[in-house]
Each structure stands twice: as C-alpha cells, then as structure tokens.
C-alpha cells in the first residue's frame, strides 16, 4: 500500500484545489465540482450502470479481444519473414496518422449506428500498441541465443516457443496495459459521434442540456474502470511473468 501513498496523496491535492477552483467559479455547467460529480454519480446510478456502462464494456471487451488477435498475428507474421515486416510495418506506422475523430463518422456511414462502427473505432486506437510492443519483444532476442539453440538441434518452432514467447511476454502485458485505456477512449468517441447507449453517447447527452457533473459522471467512471483493468492485468503479470521481479 506504500507505493500508492503518492499518488493518492496527489489525487487528494487535486481534488482539493479542483472543489475550491470550481467552487469559487460558480459555474458548474462549466466546471462542477467534483462532490457535484460523485452526487450525479448516484443519482444517475441506475442508467450509467444499468445501460450505459454494460454497452460501452461490450464495445470494448470485442474490440479489444480482435485487436489482440490482431496485433499478435501481424507482430509473428513481421517477426517470422523479413519481407512481411517490410511489407506489413510502414502500413501498421501509417494507420497511426489517421486523425480517429475526423474518420469515426465514415465509420457511422458505412456500419451505421450499430456496435461495429464504434468495435472498428476501438480497433484503429489500439491494435498498434500491441504489434508493435510484442514484435519489439520477438526482437530482443539476442542472436547469439537463437545460434545456440540451433546448434543443439532446434527447429524455428522451438526457438519460438522457448525462446522468444517468454522474451515477448513481459511486452505483451505491457501492450496490453497501453491498450486498455485505449479502447475505452476508441469505445467512448465511437458512442459520442454515433450511438444509442453507451457512456460516451450519455456524456454528449448531457452536454446538449449543459449538464456539466453529467458530462464528467460517465468520464470519471470510465478513468475508474480503465484503472481497475489495468490493476487486473498487473496481478496477472506479477502471476506469469515472476522472474521479471528478480532481474
């Protein structure tokens, strides 16, 4: 619990100075408090965790899962074959510099406003973090360690499954960690430009009737969900990947 002291010891400051700033300005349209919030929390306790949360999770657990599939899929394709990484990793680069708010409603128009247009969201915002952080894993493998396991008689399937697995799982969690937050975001701006449910589409709800601690309520749920995720996998890491702790 020590090693959270900080932190909390900062969030405890924020929250502090944020109620008496926003107290002061007496504008909670535009900055509500963050009691304001907590209270909008429980009144709208019902919809938010009832409807909303529930259809933005769904969006994210789908996008999240094909884009580990993915990202994992195209970072052993590029590790397996030169040719491949030089065909595959300019245009895994370039998906990148594709502005996601600008082509989310073209997403709207060609999937309509059911849930894949926001999956396909998700997916552009974080199958990246994956490939790349996983085929950076593959290459850390040192050379000389391949040459000596097939000097012994290993095949390229044993080199990948003794070697360069364990290598990439220390990175495959931390893609993963980066990947999280990320598809909340990518399931958030796919609800807010198009949907029927979800936090995303309730946070632009509220805005249109200038309700600010009902903006910020689905906003802080989604930080507190994503932070409980990632403190997830972080267990499961400690879990698969011990010896890490002993380097």
Known sequence: MKRYLPSAIFLAIVLLLWQMGAGHMDAAYILPTPAGIVRKLWELREPLFMIHLPATMKVTGIGLVISIVLGLGLAVLMDASPVVERALFPIVIASQTIPTTAIAPLFVVWFGYGIWSKIVVTILMTFFPITITVFDGFKSVKREMEELLISYGAT????????????????????????????????????????????????????????????????????????????????????????????
């Open 156 to 247: 390229r399937k044993d080199i990948f499954i003794k070697l360069k697995l364990p290598a990439a799982l220390p990175h495959f969690f931390s893609a993963i960690k980066m990947a999280i937050p990320l598809s909340v975001i990518g399931a958030a701006i796919g609800e807010w430009l198009g949907a029927q449910s979800g936090l995303g589409y309730f946070s632009r709800r509220m805005m249109t009737q200038l309700d600010g601690a009902g903006v910020f309520a689905p906003i802080i749920l989604l930080s507190a969900v994503a932070m409980i995720l990632v403190g997830i996998i972080s267990l499961v890491e400690n879990i698969f990947v011990k010896w890490r702790k002993e380097l």
